[in-house]
């Protein structure tokens, strides 16, 4: 089934630890956003992408990093991760945001962090 | 600058209760949509409408309605008879046209909780 798919779905961390969260999407899509769901705060976008090759920070963009190499992968990367960043993070695709006839946006299942 | 306020945090109430969700934006964009998200106890996203600010026709979907009042820059959310599966958090969102922000990004209000007890 089309759509976006994120890895992994779960990860415990240790404090200093790195590691790299993939999101993938095959529905062509320009757009795609990264963003952290934390309790009473809703989504917040961190970082993202308006086509291969560029990114831009959101909201809160400190201590992580982002790359889209491919068109299809939207990375994100924590160098050193923190207990703050214990949170669930959601991608998210869009072929040129709301107002198209293929727009909208299409969401991952999340990934479960807890930095320790 | 882009802002969504959903002042209830967690609302509860008895099945069969209607029950509405509010939802409040700020844009300096005259072309805007808006959006609500179901977001269960499994934790994905679940998408409800899509509105466009030219569009203030109330929308109706089975049990689910929206009222969009662009004088009071609100796209409030009501569910009728309310059931237990319908329990879960509900954002509201909004994303921008092109010319304000070529980001096309979303963003979300902090969400309301709504538990329907049976």
């Known amino acids: 089934n089309a759509g976006v798919t994120q890895t992994p779905k779960f990860r415990v961390l240790k404090t200093g630890q790195s590691m790299t969260l993939l999101c993938a999407q095959d529905m062509n899509h320009e757009y795609m956003y990264w963003y952290r769901q934390d309790p009473g705060m809703g989504l917040r976008l961190i970082h993202y992408?308006?086509?291969?090759?560029?990114?831009a920070k959101g909201e809160v963009p400190d201590g992580y990093n982002v790359s889209r190499l491919k068109k299809q992968n939207f990375l994100l990367g924590l160098e050193s991760a923190a207990p703050s960043q214990t949170s669930v993070y959601f991608c998210?695709?869009?072929?040129?945001?709301?107002?198209?006839?293929?727009?909208?946006?299409?969401f991952g299942s999340g990934t479960r962090l807890t930095v320790v | 600058a882009q802002k969504v306020t959903q002042a209830q945090t967690e609302i509860s109430v008895v099945e069969k209760e209607d029950v509405t969700l509010d939802c409040v934006y700020e844009t300096r964009d005259t072309t805007y949509y808006l959006f609500w998200y179901k977001q269960p106890p499994s934790g994905e996203l679940v998408f409800l409408i899509r509105r466009n600010s030219f569009d203030e026709q109330n929308e109706i979907s089975g049990r689910y309605s929206w009222n969009f009042q662009k004088s009071t820059s609100s796209f409030n959310f009501t569910i009728t008879a309310s059931q237990v599966v319908d329990s879960a958090v509900y954002f509201c969102a909004l994303s921008e046209g092109p010319w304000m922000d070529s980001s096309y990004k979303l963003i979300f209000g902090s969400g309301t909780r709504l538990l329907v007890r049976p």
């Open positions: 998210a695709s869009s072929y040129k945001g709301a107002g198209t006839a293929r727009g909208g946006y299409t």
């Open positions: 992408s308006v086509g291969e090759g560029t990114t």
